[in-house]
């Protein structure tokens, strides 16, 4: 038995007549194309379905699987708690799906729920299909804080759990696209929202899931989305699969973007084993970037690979230090190291002043932090050196400065410090483009309130990449 059908699909409750009172003609295009899938799949019959939401338990290094035999849930939160949808759960898939995880080294299981009851995620296309269909089994997988190229992976777990206990199954990929869409809808205006929206429904209607990894981090979060990672899981679970591909509608009405696309009746085709072709090209791309790396990087790469290899702090040999920059050797100043993995942050750790006698031994001990000390991490593993991309950026001194108005998120870098707390921003970082965001995030940093009183000062950064 295999994968049947895949579908994108959006999760407005106000698609419901009681919800909607009346504003669900606003999309009505969206409920034709739902009506559509959900006699699709009656005509499918399939064992399973397979719904990945983004409003399921979420954890940032965990898939987590919905354990238990059936679940329910209601629209509570929408006004509507007697609005109830039932579902049963396919607790052996769950299960292998878990080992099937486990032997591919990723983690994914049924533990840590913090939530047994359905969410709108889940409810909303799931109450649209059963007005069609109603005899099948779910699994509800939630998202997790993975890369892109690990949620693809997952989704070829996913596959191969269906092939191995020969079930008929259909996949929902639920997530709304940008809600950045409107000055007047409910999260305001983003340009990057309507550019977000007309590239993922090109890229999905085109089935070009390859393209699905060259998503910057930054564009995914100006746009506000909810539904990639669902939409990439998907993606994996059709690895080497050309499936027939229709775009039923695409809507934003509320400010929000809800697009509908099917992929139907999957048959083998050559050179759709996107992840593979992305590591290649990464790969490629990693060697040529590493060719041109210059003495900062270059020494950030040594210290922490050498830590991680052998638990010992890098040396600077003597002759190695004559071939290096002068000021390298000859300067102290702040230094902040950054990594990043598959296009994301994989660590960053620096000092805002020198702590060494030199920038070359600064960036000796800030890369072995960035990538074994940053708490919001686990520390580099050895598999992962070979992946990693760094950034150095040496500091200049910091200056006090009076108001907002003397910065420029391009240009400087701000420290914010109130009460012996301390919050720190590098400059020209993608999705800061503002003042008030780079503020905003700093003070977050630093645990600041915006009530309370507190000080500015500015630096300037030579990034090394």
Same mark, same amino acid.
């Given at each position: 038995?295999?994968?049947?059908?895949?579908? +994108?699909?959006?999760?407005?409750?106000?698609?419901?007549?009681?919800?909607?009172?009346?504003?669900?003609?606003?999309? &009505?295009?969206?409920?034709?194309?739902?009506?559509?899938? /959900? &006699?699709?799949?009656?005509?499918?019959?399939?064992?399973?379905?397979?719904?990945?939401?983004?409003?399921?338990?979420m954890y940032s290094d965990y898939f987590h699987i919905s354990p238990g035999k059936?679940?329910?849930?209601?629209?509570?939160?929408?006004?509507?708690?007697?609005?109830?949808?039932?579902?049963?759960?396919?607790? =052996?898939?769950?299960?292998?799906?878990?080992? =099937?995880?486990?032997?591919?080294?990723?983690?994914?299981?049924?533990?840590?729920?913090?939530e047994a009851e359905l969410d709108h995620g889940t409810m909303v296309p799931l109450?649209?299909?059963?007005?069609?269909?109603?005899?099948?089994?779910?699994? !509800? @997988?939630?998202?997790?804080?993975?890369?892109?190229?690990?949620?693809?992976?997952?989704?070829?777990?996913?596959?191969?759990?269906?092939?191995? *206990?020969? !079930?008929?199954?259909?996949?929902? /990929?639920?997530?709304?696209?940008?809600?950045? *869409?409107?000055?007047?809808?409910?999260?305001?205006?983003?340009?990057?929202?309507?550019?977000?929206?007309?590239?993922?429904?090109?890229?999905?209607?085109?089935?070009?899931?390859?393209?699905?990894?060259?998503?910057?981090?930054?564009?995914?979060?100006?746009?506000?989305?909810?539904?990639?990672?669902?939409? +990439?899981?998907?993606?994996?679970?059709?690895?080497?699969?050309?499936?027939?591909? =229709? &775009?039923?509608?695409?809507?934003?009405?509320?400010?929000?973007?809800?697009?509908?696309?099917?992929?139907?009746?999957?048959? +083998?085709?050559?050179?759709?084993?996107?992840?593979?072709?992305?590591?290649?090209?990464?790969?490629?791309?990693?060697?040529?970037?590493?060719?041109?790396?210059?003495?900062?990087?270059?020494?950030?790469?040594?210290? *922490?690979?050498?830590?991680?290899?052998?638990?010992?702090?890098?040396?600077?040999?003597?002759?190695?230090?004559?071939?290096?920059?002068?000021?390298?050797?000859?300067?102290?100043?702040?230094?902040?190291?950054?990594?990043?993995?598959?296009?994301?942050?994989?660590?960053? @750790?620096?000092?805002?002043?020198?702590?060494?006698?030199?920038?070359?031994?600064?960036?000796?001990?800030?890369?072995?932090?960035?990538?074994?000390?940053?708490?919001?991490?686990?520390?580099?593993?050895?598999?992962?050196?070979?992946?990693?991309?760094?950034?150095?950026?040496?500091?200049?001194?910091?200056?006090?400065?009076?108001?907002?108005?003397?910065?420029?998120?391009?240009?400087?870098?701000?420290?914010?410090?109130?009460?012996?707390?301390?919050?720190?921003?590098?400059?020209?970082?993608?999705?800061?483009?503002?003042? =008030?965001?780079?503020?905003?995030?700093?003070?977050?940093?630093?645990?600041?309130?915006?009530?309370?009183?507190?000080?500015?000062?500015?630096? &300037?950064?030579?990034?090394?990449?």
């Amino acid at each position: 038995m295999s994968i049947l059908a895949a579908y +994108v699909v959006p999760h407005p409750p106000i698609m419901m007549r009681e919800i909607g009172k009346g504003q669900e003609q606003e999309i &009505k295009e969206t409920i034709e194309s739902y009506e559509r899938i /959900a &006699k699709q799949i009656a005509e499918y019959a399939p064992e399973l379905i397979l719904v990945f939401s983004p409003h399921s338990v979420m954890y940032s290094d965990y898939f987590h699987i919905s354990p238990g035999k059936k679940a329910k849930g209601n629209f509570w939160q929408f006004g509507h708690k007697e609005l109830e949808v039932f579902t049963e759960y396919d607790e =052996e898939f769950s299960k292998e799906l878990e080992k =099937e995880a486990a032997a591919d080294g990723i983690a994914a299981g049924r533990q840590g729920e913090r939530e047994a009851e359905l969410d709108h995620g889940t409810m909303v296309p799931l109450r649209m299909i059963q007005e069609a269909y109603k005899g099948t089994r779910i699994v !509800r @997988i939630g998202l997790s804080g993975f890369s892109l190229l690990t949620h693809y992976r997952f989704g070829k777990c996913i596959a191969r759990t269906v092939s191995k *206990l020969e !079930r008929r199954a259909v996949i929902i /990929a639920s997530g709304d696209l940008s809600h950045v *869409l409107k000055e007047d809808g409910p999260y305001g205006f983003c340009v990057e929202g309507p550019e977000f929206d007309k590239r993922i429904m090109k890229d999905l209607s085109e089935a070009a899931f390859g393209n699905l990894f060259d998503y910057p981090e930054d564009l995914l979060e100006l746009a506000s989305e909810c539904g990639m990672r669902s939409f +990439v899981i998907m993606a994996g679970c059709l690895d080497g699969l050309l499936p027939t591909t =229709e &775009k039923l509608s695409y809507e934003g009405p509320f400010g929000v973007g809800y697009g509908v696309v099917a992929f139907r009746n999957p048959v +083998v085709s050559e050179n759709r084993q996107f992840d593979q072709i992305y590591e290649k090209r990464e790969t490629d791309r990693l060697l040529a970037l590493k060719e041109k790396e210059d003495d900062y990087v270059a020494l950030a790469r040594a210290s *922490l690979e050498t830590f991680v290899r052998t638990k010992k702090r890098y040396s600077l040999p003597e002759e190695q230090k004559n071939d290096l920059d002068d000021e390298m050797i000859s300067k102290q100043a702040g230094v902040f190291v950054s990594l990043k993995l598959d296009g994301q942050l994989r660590g960053c @750790i620096g000092t805002i002043a020198p702590t060494k006698k030199c920038i070359a031994d600064e960036i000796i001990q800030n890369a072995v932090s960035a990538g074994m000390e940053d708490p919001r991490f686990p520390p580099v593993s050895e598999e992962e050196l070979g992946k990693l991309v760094y950034s150095v950026d040496v500091l200049s001194p910091p200056e006090s400065i009076a108001s907002l108005s003397e910065l420029d998120p391009d240009l400087y870098g701000v420290i914010i410090s109130c009460k012996g707390r301390r919050g720190l921003l590098l400059p020209n970082l993608p999705g800061i483009t503002t003042v =008030e965001k780079q503020v905003e995030i700093a003070m977050q940093k630093g645990g600041i309130k915006r009530y309370e009183e507190y000080s500015l000062e500015r630096f &300037k950064v030579i990034r090394h990449h």
